[in-house]
């Protein structure tokens, strides 16, 4: 005899929203293995799948799937919280230098670059901060020149190429290794205004393997420690969102702030996937340091979107 199996609406949202509680559960557990800590990263999808859950559940009248999807709601709504609730106060005017940068992780297999150049016209930053760049990018933005005269690049055929171009002279630039993956990070400082201030662009590894996530996890670390200092800017894609407990931990030990705080969830990746977007660009300062401004640009026919950030300097 066969058995009577019977596919319904809510034995599917229950079958989705079950998953979703899983990895809401598996995404606390981020530090006992890689694989964990990838499920941390989808805390807003997560939220919009269990409270659509919970509400068509109620609709059904199924109160105890319905109070058990909206409790997990809650639970990834808290942990997303500080996106929107905190941290948003402006910059105000007066006389301290008012700058502003650009980041883009333009992809190494990206040829789109008259877009990469129309953003860099549209937003007209004072630093452009470029990531996966190839010596083939850097030739066909040359013509930069004339209003970027500065510039730090180790230009790379891999994922890891990273450049800094800017109007303002350097009082000094450097290429710097952080963690034990030995990649390439850019450190330079300025004097603009009476103030200095140092910007450090950094691009981590993904954790697409156990040994890469050790190489990120560890590259954080040493970036923690490196930025305990006051007046400094970083810029990168970090490949970690701010639900990870890595991210959680580079905060607690730099003293580092997030510009996105109160500012909204702001994804930059993966272009042109807006149901798995998640933010994985980022923009963290010390003390001296005032954002104006935060926001994502337009696409630049990479898989991330580029992120532009206004601030002020203060201090000596």
Same mark, same amino acid.
């Given at each position: 005899?066969? *058995? #009577?199996?019977? $596919?319904?609406?809510?034995?599917?949202?229950?079958?989705?929203? $079950?998953?979703?509680?899983?990895?809401?559960?598996?995404?606390?557990?981020?530090?006992?293995?890689?694989?964990?800590?990838?499920?941390?990263?989808?805390?807003?999808?997560?939220?919009?799948?269990?409270?659509?859950?919970?509400?068509?559940?109620?609709?059904?009248?199924?109160?105890?799937?319905?109070? @058990?999807? %909206? &409790?997990?709601?809650?639970?990834? @709504?808290?942990?997303?919280?500080?996106?929107?609730?905190?941290?948003?106060?402006?910059?105000?005017?007066? +006389?301290?230098?008012?700058?502003?940068?650009?980041?883009? #992780?333009? #992809?190494?297999?990206?040829?789109?670059?008259?877009?990469?150049?129309?953003?860099?016209?549209?937003?007209?930053? +004072?630093?452009?901060? !470029?990531?996966? $760049?190839?010596?083939?990018?850097?030739?066909?933005?040359? =013509?930069?020149?004339?209003?970027?005269?500065?510039?730090?690049? &180790?230009?790379?055929? =891999?994922?890891?190429?990273?450049?800094?171009?800017?109007?303002?002279?350097?009082?000094?630039?450097? &290429?710097?290794?952080?963690?034990?993956?030995? !990649?390439?990070?850019?450190?330079?400082?300025?004097?603009?205004?009476?103030?200095?201030?140092?910007?450090?662009?950094?691009?981590? *590894? /993904?954790?697409?393997?156990?040994?890469?996530?050790?190489?990120?996890?560890?590259?954080?670390?040493? !970036?923690?420690?490196?930025?305990?200092?006051?007046?400094?800017?970083?810029?990168?894609?970090? #490949? $970690?969102?701010?639900?990870? /407990?890595?991210?959680? =931990?580079?905060? %607690?030990?730099?003293?580092?702030?997030?510009?996105?705080?109160?500012?909204?969830?702001?994804?930059?990746?993966?272009?042109?996937?807006? *149901?798995?977007?998640? *933010?994985?660009?980022?923009? !963290?300062?010390?003390?001296?340091?005032?954002?104006?401004?935060?926001?994502?640009?337009?696409?630049?026919?990479?898989?991330?979107?580029?992120?532009?950030?206004?601030?002020? &300097?203060?201090?000596?």
């Amino acid at each position: 005899m066969q *058995p #009577n199996l019977r $596919v319904t609406c809510s034995g599917l949202v229950a079958a989705a929203g $079950v998953l979703a509680c899983i990895a809401t559960l598996a995404g606390f557990a981020g530090r006992l293995w890689w694989v964990l800590e990838l499920t941390c990263h989808f805390r807003v999808q997560y939220a919009l799948v269990l409270g659509l859950g919970a509400l068509m559940m109620l609709a059904w009248r199924q109160v105890r799937w319905a109070v @058990a999807f %909206a &409790v997990f709601t809650l639970l990834n @709504a808290t942990v997303i919280a500080p996106r929107f609730l905190t941290g948003a106060e402006a910059a105000a005017g007066g +006389d301290d230098p008012a700058f502003r940068a650009l980041l883009a #992780n333009v #992809n190494f297999d990206n040829r789109d670059y008259p877009r990469i150049r129309q953003a860099i016209t549209d937003h007209d930053p +004072d630093f452009i901060v !470029l990531q996966e $760049v190839t010596p083939w990018l850097l030739d066909r933005l040359a =013509d930069l020149a004339d209003r970027y005269p500065y510039r730090a690049a &180790v230009p790379r055929a =891999d994922p890891f190429g990273i450049a800094l171009l800017s109007r303002h002279p350097f009082l000094k630039a450097e &290429v710097i290794q952080l963690g034990a993956t030995r !990649l390439p990070s850019i450190q330079a400082e300025f004097a603009t205004g009476g103030h200095r201030f140092t910007l450090l662009a950094t691009h981590p *590894p /993904p954790p697409i393997s156990a040994e890469t996530a050790r190489g990120r996890n560890d590259q954080l670390a040493e !970036l923690a420690l490196f930025a305990r200092q006051p007046r400094l800017l970083v810029l990168g894609d970090l #490949n $970690v969102t701010p639900w990870s /407990p890595y991210f959680e =931990d580079l905060l %607690a030990t730099s003293g580092l702030r997030d510009s996105a705080d109160g500012r909204g969830l702001q994804p930059s990746w993966p272009a042109g996937w807006p *149901p798995l977007w998640i *933010p994985i660009d980022h923009a !963290l300062f010390s003390e001296g340091i005032r954002i104006q401004k935060r926001k994502i640009g337009p696409a630049i026919g990479s898989d991330h979107y580029p992120l532009v950030v206004a601030f002020r &300097v203060s201090g000596p």
